[in-house]
Nanobody, 124 residues
Framework: QVQLVESGGGLVQAGGSLRLSCAAS????????MGWFRQAPGKEREFVAT????????YYADSVKGRFTISRDNAQKTVYLQMNSLKPEDTAVYSC?????????????????WGQGTQVTVSS
């Protein structure tokens, strides 16, 4: 079992930055792929970024590539999402997700465990 708790969301002006954190409990974090997803009002949950179990590979949605960076600290059982140059269209509830495996995963259905989400609001 893995429990995930996100933090770091908030209100920021366009062009600003936020860093989201996702703290995990459980013994399998270090062998879990992690992902960040977001869901805006009236829209489906969408993929943002993913990272392999050892941080060796990452993958980003085109909409955030070059602006967001995913990273992880296995000793701290935490995954991060650094978000720079934020835009109003980045406004959403951001959730982290976990699953076992040694590659990265892009689909909502790939993940077994989810956090409750943290709100990010970008004002224009």
């Amino acid at each position: 079992q893995v429990q995930l708790v996100e933090s770091g969301g908030g209100l920021v002006q366009a062009g600003g930055s936020l860093r989201l954190s996702c703290a995990a409990s459980g013994r399998t974090f270090s062998t879990s792929a992690m992902g960040w997803f977001r869901q805006a009002p009236g829209k489906e949950r969408e993929f943002v970024a993913t990272i392999t179990w050892n941080g060796g590979s990452t993958y980003y949605a085109d909409s955030v590539k070059g602006r967001f960076t995913i990273s992880r600290d296995n000793a701290q059982k935490t995954v991060y999402l650094q978000m720079n140059s934020l835009k109003p269209e980045d406004t959403a509830v951001y959730s982290c997700a976990a699953r076992g495996g040694f590659r990265y995963y892009l689909r909502v259905d790939d993940y077994n465990y989810w956090g409750q989400g943290t709100q990010v609001t970008v004002s224009s």
